[in-house]
């Protein structure tokens, strides 16, 4: 069983920061893929950040140059930098990850933690 726990969540005014995190715990083999990705209200999700295990972290352009991704492989964690927030960035945001557990590989969800950019 894998559990996937999120926070760094909250409220900040536009041009502030905040840092989600995004633990994986569990009977872990190996985490390929990890993803990032953000639903407002009465919008599809979509992706805001996608770390392969090997080679570039890609990024769309709505948040090129203000979001960071970075991982911690001895914790199993992923991190989601955001800096330079807009209120169009207010959305729920998920983690996703590709996992290992025994002979299985499928991916999971974070349960989603609130971001809210206003002044």
């Known amino acids: 069983q894998v559990q996937l726990v999120e926070s760094g969540g909250g409220l900040v005014q536009p041009g502030g920061s905040l840092r989600l995190s995004c633990a994986a715990s569990g009977n872990i083999v190996s985490i390929y893929n990890m993803d990032w990705y953000r639903q407002a209200p009465g919008k599809q999700r979509e992706l805001v950040a996608s770390?392969?295990?090997?080679?570039?972290?890609y990024y769309p352009s709505s948040v090129k140059g203000r979001f960071t991704m970075s991982r911690d492989n001895a914790k199993n964690t992923l991190y989601l930098q955001m800096n330079s927030l807009k209120p169009e960035d207010t959305a729920v945001y998920y983690c996703?990850?590709?996992?290992?557990?025994?002979?299985?590989?499928?991916?999971?969800w974070g349960q989603g933690i609130q971001v809210t950019v206003s002044s």
């Open positions: 996703n990850l590709w996992i290992s557990v025994g002979m299985s590989t499928r991916d999971y």
């Open positions: 770390m392969p295990r090997e080679g570039t972290t």
